[in-house]
């Protein structure tokens, strides 16, 4: 069965160095999302991506990020200068259409030191 | 105020048990979503529901949009179904998913 993939499954970095999440979404997938989530806290929506472009993004997705598709298989997540509260376990998740069911790739966990 | 609800926070059963988790919430959504997340961290997409029921195995969603309150329950719960149970809602023409904090499953043997 088809799934989606993320290297590293845990990336530790020091505070103020770029880091990049990588995704491998399903192959037929046309919409793919990064969704974030602290320790001891609930799933949060970071950012869409459609047709080569953010398609909707939620207010944590500020200029320190961006996402890439730089070919026709992964889906990057990247985060200029890391700080301490960017630690989390961030999810890549691809669907279909935007209606249809989202699969969830297993996380990267990022600890920020 | 949460726009995603769930009750309980915390469940513990015993084997062969029928659980209830219930969700509600208080914005207008195309879609709502059960999701299973196990102590690894992996989350996995049970149903999608936008209207009625759905049932997969001894899982069963349903769905009163009216209410805007949604209910997950598992038959004959098994040990293999202790994980956190998370709801989730798509609004209108949006993208995103916005989550419920979860709800703690742990089933005894």
């Known amino acids: 069965e088809p799934e989606v993939t993320q290297t590293p499954s845990h990336q530790v970095t020091q505070m103020g160095q770029e880091v990049i999440l990588r995704c491998v979404p399903i192959?037929?997938?046309?919409?793919f999302y990064w969704y974030r989530q602290i320790l001891g806290q609930k799933v949060e929506f970071l950012v869409s991506f459609y047709n080569n472009e953010i398609s909707e993004k939620s207010e944590i997705f500020d200029d320190q990020f961006s996402v890439e598709r730089p070919d026709g298989s992964n889906f990057t997540l990247k985060i200029r200068s890391t700080k301490l509260e960017d630690s989390a376990m961030y999810f890549c998740?691809?669907?279909?259409?935007?209606?249809?069911?989202?699969?969830f790739g297993p996380g990267t966990r990022l600890t920020v030191l | 105020k949460n726009e995603v609800e769930q009750s309980p926070q915390n469940l513990t059963a015993q084997e062969g048990e029928f659980i209830t988790i219930n969700c509600s919430y208080s914005v207008g959504i195309s879609a709502l979503h059960w999701l299973q997340q196990h102590p690894g961290g992996g989350i996995v997409s049970l149903f999608m529901?936008?209207?009625g029921k759905k049932k997969h195995g001894r899982l069963i969603a349903t769905i009163n949009i009216q209410e805007k309150h949604s209910s997950l329950h598992i038959t004959a719960s098994h040990p293999r179904d202790s994980a956190v149970y998370i709801c989730?809602?798509?609004?209108?023409?949006?993208?995103?998913?916005?989550f419920g904090k979860g709800t703690l499953l742990t089933v005894n043997p």
């Open positions: 529901l936008s209207s």
């Open positions: 998740a691809s669907s279909y259409t935007e209606v249809d069911t989202q699969y």
């Open positions: 989730a809602v798509r609004r209108g023409s949006n993208y995103k998913l916005t």
């Open positions: 192959s037929n997938h046309l919409y």
